[in-house]
């Protein structure tokens, strides 16, 4: 097996695990018991997903799955910058759980149809324990869409925010090309991106929220000051075949400072 | 080296082998089990079926099956493998296993055959453990562990725990 799936998956891996992390933090200060409970409990499966799939990787590697998860410097993590954010409050961490969870679906499904019959499985196993997460944050969005102006509000601007940084999710991998020849990977980020979008606007549309999903397609994330010191000046109409990776965002190991702090407390023991 | 003839020995071991957060029911109550492999001269292989990607008791899990394997006479290589294909759904739970779960306070999963994917997580009914009414709400898709909901029975008034459908 190849070491381009294995940086994918590992890619995928430092996903669930750094978001895994932002939702634990909910633990002990949700606005109430039954969010305490549930973030605990998303954050539990996340970092478990990642945990299958750090072994995942290693196994190819011969490396140890703590390693990959808690030994690695902090450029060498691709996870997304929509999950280092912090949680800022309530509006954000529901808009970000919902963004992610949605384009979390659309990566699962199609990773079912890998032809890596342990990864295929395993995308299987995943999404349909992630069923409880998109309908959770479903929910939220819901009541809080039709609920009054005020929280819509926060929500409307929270979830501008987290759907400036969704493109990142499917920022354009190195291991794209090798993926599609060797079969392992189903489907190109654009293709997939490109149903987020739908999706996503679709939902939105039926709340009745106005936020610009449309034109998130085929565009970067916004990059900040990473931990390697460069500034990646915001680009947000660069066309998709540009090659996101040259000058990328998190999949190429580009942070935002907050994930300096996050990387120093999860690497601390 | 180990016969075929003692694959019942084996599987008879794996009874004896609880789920460590539900002690009352064995991984073989829990259809955790799928498959015992005493083909090979080597030894013995036992490949397990984690109910949750990130369930924390798997490792125990692991460990327990192998000591309780290991200690059949003749016996002395234990493999205990783990898989996510099939992924575990909650029908392979047998009779016996959704009467213990009961038994011990746990509601068994709703359903009776395979659930799709789009099925999960719907709101259904769980008959409380306790009285065995019907009228009960769910309170919380989430619960202490990755694998429990929290309800509520709206007869006798205990909270309950139901085992995910997943």
Sequence with gaps: MSEALASFVTALADDELVLGHRHSEWTGYAPHIEEDV????????????????????GQILGEDADHLAFG???????NALLCERGNKDWAYTLARHWVYDTADEVRLESLESSSNRDLAALATKMRREERYHQIHADMWLK??????????NKLIHALEEA????????????E??????????????????????????????????????????GERAEFVASSSGDLIATDESAPSDEGATEGGGGRSGRHSSEFDDLWDVLTKT | MITKADERAVWNALMSVPDPEIPAVSVVDMGMILGVDTSDAEGVTVTV????????????????IKKAVEAIDGVDNVRVETTFSPPWTPE???????RKLTEFGLAPPTG????????????MVAACPFCGSKKTHLENAFGPTPCRSLYYCDDCRNPFEQFKTV
């Design chain 1, 38 to 57: 549930a973030f605990s409990s998303i954050a539990q499966d996340e970092v478990g997903h990642a945990a299958a799939l750090y072994t995942f990787a």
């Design chain 1, 72 to 78: 690695r410097k902090p450029n060498e993590y691709r």
């Design chain 1, 143 to 152: 009541r809080i869409a039709q609920g009054p102006v005020e929280g819509r």
């Design chain 1, 163 to 174: 759907l400036r940084d969704a493109s990142g999710l499917f920022e354009l991998l190195p």
């Design chain 1, 176 to 217: 794209e090309e090798r993926g599609i020849e060797e079969g392992w990977l189903p489907h190109r980020s654009e293709e997939l991106a490109g149903r987020f979008v739908a999706k996503a606007t679709s939902w939105l549309d039926g709340l009745g929220i106005p936020v610009g999903t449309h034109s998130t397609a």
């Design chain 2, 49 to 64: 079926l984690p109910t949750f990607t990130g369930c924390p008791a798997i490792p125990v899990i692991k460990a327990d």
């Design chain 2, 92 to 98: 392979r739970i047998t009779p016996d296993g959704r």
């Design chain 2, 112 to 123: 009776d055959g395979p659930v799709l994917i789009s099925q999960i997580g719907l709101p």
